[in-house]
């Protein structure tokens, strides 16, 4: 990824049937539903402050209780791995520090980028498996609506790139539109952050030179019970930096999963991602 990003008013609460007593005190069914709600769409905006991607996965599989289980979405066709194995897991980047972006904390390293600004953007990642996981992670928030749409206009025109890119930009101005307007914000503005823990990645060598990153965080659920999630995306070099392939279904939920367990070999952000006070 607090009160801020919820789901579209057509979407249903989640299937679970409430009991008729909570905490030793007894509600009616309806009462306790709209409660389970309010605890879902406090999830979804949990997730969705630092990974836009992962909050309309993430709601479909609170509401309709979907299995955690199956593999995470595959790297795009056109980008397919062509039998090369994953990258070595390297060591923990020792300048690897956390920097603040609109209530959002988003790893940065000195050697690996970002290095510089441009406008609202972070930019500048080297070469490196460490320098395409960090672009996917600034690049996946700033082109989602949780940035605002004076950060994710120009991310998604600049940062993204392929032929989905046009109907992502479709999607997250859709999201976003439903997203400020329930929150109360004008046009531009970021939705407020939630305290979802980036936990780390994985890297595998593409063609041409491209990364498929998977990046890992986790969240509670709406029983309050950790869950984690992957966003797995294909990261490519353009004009010596790097730039994020859409999705080609031109949604995020495309290219995020449910995971039973947090993967062992992971390559952890260290150090881990400070505490943010999101609500709940």
């Keep these: 990824m ?11 609460p989640g299937t679970h049937q409430p009991s008729t007593i909570f905490n030793g005190r007894a509600y009616s069914p309806a009462r306790l539903q709209n409660r389970r709600r309010r605890r879902q769409i406090a999830v979804l905006a949990v997730i969705a402050a630092v990974f836009p991607a992962t909050a309309l996965s ?4 609170l509401r309709n209780g979907e299995s955690a289980g199956g593999a995470p979405p595959a790297a795009e066709q056109s980008a397919a791995p062509d039998g090369t194995s994953q990258s070595p897991a390297p060591s923990p980047a020792s300048d690897l520090t956390w920097v603040d972006r609109q209530g959002t904390p988003l790893p940065v390293s000195a050697t690996a980028g970002p290095t510089g600004q441009g406008g609202p953007l972070d930019i500048g990642y080297a070469d490196t498996d460490l320098g395409a996981a960090l672009a996917a992670v600034h690049i996946s928030y700033a082109a989602g609506p949780s940035a605002g749409s004076a950060t994710f206009r120009p ?9 989905a890119r046009q109907a992502l930009s479709v999607a997250v101005e859709k999201d976003y539109a439903e997203a400020r307007v329930t929150a109360g914000l004008r046009d531009g503005q970021p939705l407020p952050a939630g305290d979802a823990t980036l936990l780390g990645y994985r890297v595998e060598q593409l063609p041409r030179s491209n990364r498929h990153v998977q990046l890992v965080l986790t969240a509670v659920d709406a029983d309050g019970a950790p869950q984690t999630f992957s966003v797995d995306v294909v990261m490519t070099r353009q004009d010596g930096d790097w730039r994020l392939l859409a999705p080609s279904a031109g949604t995020w939920n495309s290219v995020v999963a449910q995971l039973p367990d947090v993967p062992t070999d992971i390559t952890r952000f260290d150090p881990a991602q400070p505490s943010t006070g999101g609500d709940d």
Excluded: D
């Design 2 to 12: 607090p009160t801020p990003l919820v789901p579209p008013p057509r979407r249903t």
């Design 155 to 163: 991310a998604l025109e600049q940062q993204v790139t392929g032929p």
């Design 58 to 61: 993430a709601w479909t599989v």
